[in-house]
């Protein structure tokens, strides 16, 4: 048998032909599959963080509230489903719904935007300076208002090839309002002047 006779039966040969077909789309497939596990594993766990974080804002607003446990809580939910997670969290305390991200009192002489130049400024959380958002950190009382946020970083289970930043650290944010029950009688804001540098 000659080589042209050999060449010509290889052409019309069609055993194998299958395992060619599956080699080109293997990949392609494998590559769908890790894609979409990767987003269905960050929506589950972008679904687990929020609840967990309203959850833990409802037993926050108690009077017997700890916020120790509450932040446990929502780290013990989102170690379940992403274990090496770090997850950090931060409650700011408002006296009103209106007052959410509002910065402190100021005379803006310069127009600027911001407490400068030796501008007064009203320092309404009594922290000695002048603060672009008058919540202060960890300290809330009854029927304040409270930002409660958490930040989980992980790493993600499934690595997706071709990807921009599929091996890097993620970050997921939650945030919650709520209104601490009226335990106690709420602190006004202060009313004490000050320059800004």
């Not at 687990?48 to 700890?66: F, K, T, Y």
């Not at 274990?83 to 005379?107: H, I, M, Q």
Request: with cysteine; proline share 3%; aromatic share 8%.
């Amino acid at each position: 048998m000659s080589l042209r006779d050999r060449i010509l039966r290889l052409r019309a040969a069609e055993q194998g032909s299958a395992v060619i077909e599956f080699a080109v789309a293997a990949p392609v497939l494998l590559l769908l599959l890790i894609g979409i596990y990767d987003m269905a594993h960050r929506a589950y766990l972008t679904a687990i963080l929020h609840g967990a974080v309203e959850e833990a804002a409802r037993q926050d607003g108690l009077e017997s509230a700890d916020n120790a446990k509450a932040d446990a809580y929502v780290e013990a939910m989102v170690k379940r489903v992403a274990p090496g997670a770090d997850v950090k969290f931060k409650r700011l305390s408002y006296y009103d719904f209106a007052d959410l991200k509002r910065a402190e009192t100021w005379n803006d002489k310069n127009a600027n935007g911001r407490c400068d130049n030796g501008e007064a400024y009203t320092d309404e959380n009594r922290n000695g300076k002048w603060d672009a958002d008058i919540g202060t950190e960890n300290e809330s009382g009854g029927n304040d208002v409270v930002l409660y946020t958490a930040t989980v970083t992980y790493t993600p289970v499934f690595i997706v090839p071709f990807m921009p930043n599929s091996t890097s650290q993620r970050t997921l944010t939650a945030s919650t309002v709520h209104k601490n029950q009226p335990y106690e009688l709420q602190a006004k804001y202060g009313s004490d002047a000050g320059t800004c540098s």
